[in-house]
């Protein structure tokens, strides 16, 4: 065993439901690190050309860092490969928050997941052991029910959840997967793989410490680290999040805006950083072992786009993706969006993309009523944006 890394890979096959550890050789450690490298190692090695994507024979892996798990900042980010059934290619999607570090101070460096259940489950792992459980009594409920039930019932509110939502298990082609509801793999339609498998959640549970060659040093770093690099000031990611770029890049010209025709928007202070910081933001997020806390958690009272602090808040890609990019400057209303989509684990920037093209064939009389059920999809109109959201996730219409 070297350090940062334990030598284990988790194998399981939903199919036969057996469940392997493997020692891999420590040469694949030392040339791919960690990460989308290390699962892409096997994908490339193991992944039958051709295959559907939503098949059992496809697989999906996940896969932390280096340096997850230990205290150095910037190393949370949990990678999820498969083939995509949104490309027919390699699927790859990255998150922050606090689900890689967990599966690492459970005693493993990745899960590699193939085959396909013949019902609901969900995976527990705890300290150096795995189990497949029933998850049918977790099937159609929102992300954050399934959050509160498995806290509960696994008694421990530590616990982190990587969890795909009824989007998933509805197989929309762009669902992602959220761990601790805040934090999305969201791109190329992995939540959609896992849906296929019937596997519905992730929970990790890890009391160990991550082998470092020198622990001490590790932690000079970290105190270096936020003595020099940490020092908020208005303006900064801290107090604004990534929403801070909104209305840099709309003065420069190059903020998406109705469906690219147009790279700066009139609405963009209203969905600016520093609106939500003045208006919606409650709190500030943050990811494992990091001082800088650019999370957004929102919360609207009142109005006919209530939001619930619990699914968090918009992030900058989301803001552009259901807000310029759909000409919509009611910051309320995205932040509705984005709290639905974070209920449905469903990717909020291919959803906002979808949307504004759909926008664009409703203004050109490609589509009409008769094809939107009677909604009036023009840009800007924020209530039509809402509402597509909830037919995308639910996969109706």
């Given at each position: 065993?070297?350090?940062g ?104 460096d ?23 459980r ?94 020099e ?18 209305k840099?890049l709309s ?8 469906n ?12 600016s ?125």
């Open positions: 065993m070297g350090y890394y334990w030598g284990k890979v988790l194998r399981i096959d939903l199919s036969s439901g057996r469940i392997e550890v493997e020692t891999p050789d420590p040469i694949i450690y030392r040339r791919y690190l960690g990460g989308s490298a290390f699962g892409l190692h096997y994908l490339l090695k193991e992944l039958k050309p051709g295959i559907d994507p939503l098949s059992p024979e496809n697989m999906i892996i996940f896969t932390s860092s280096v340096l997850a798990g230990t205290p150095l900042p910037g190393a949370t980010r949990l990678s999820v490969l498969g083939k995509s059934p949104l490309t027919g290619g390699l699927g790859e999607t990255e998150a922050g928050g606090w689900f890689a570090p967990e599966l690492k101070r459970a005693g493993f990745a899960i590699i997941i193939r085959g396909r259940s013949d019902r609901p489950v969900y995976l527990w792992i705890k300290d150096g052991k795995a189990e497949i029933d998850a049918s009594h977790l099937w159609g409920k929102l992300t954050g029910e399934v959050s509160d039930i498995l806290k509960e019932e696994l008694g421990d509110n530590r616990v982190r959840i990587a969890q795909i939502g009824p989007g998933g298990e509805k197989l929309v082609r762009y669902a992602g997967i959220v761990n601790e509801l805040h934090h999305f793999n969201g791109r190329t339609g992995m939540g959609a793989v896992m849906g296929s498998k019937n596997l519905r959640a992730i929970a990790v549970r890890g009391t160990q410490e991550v082998p470092m060659y020198d622990p001490e040093k590790a932690r000079e770093i970290v105190r270096w680290f936020v003595q690099y940490y020092k908020p000031q208005p303006g900064d990611m801290h107090d604004l999040g990534t929403s801070r770029i909104v840099p003065d420069t010209g190059i903020l998406p805006t109705r690219f025709r147009e790279g700066s928007f009139e609405g963009a202070e209203q969905i950083g520093e609106r939500m910081r003045d208006t919606i933001l409650i709190r500030r997020g943050t990811c494992y072992a990091c001082p800088i806390a650019c999370k957004r958690v929102v919360k609207v009272d009142e109005g006919p786009f209530k939001v619930d602090p619990k699914y968090g808040g918009p992030e900058y890609e989301t803001v552009a993706s259901m807000g310029s990019l759909c000409g919509v400057s009611d910051l309320r209303a995205v932040a509705k969006a984005n709290e639905i989509c974070s209920k449905y684990a469903v990717d909020t920037i291919s959803c906002g993309v979808s949307i504004a093209f759909a926008m664009e064939c409703y203004e050109n009389g490609i589509l009409t009523k008769e094809d939107t059920g009677g909604l009036d999809l023009r840009f800007g109109n924020a209530e039509a944006l809402v509402k597509m959201v909830e037919m995308i996730c639910r996969r109706e219409g």
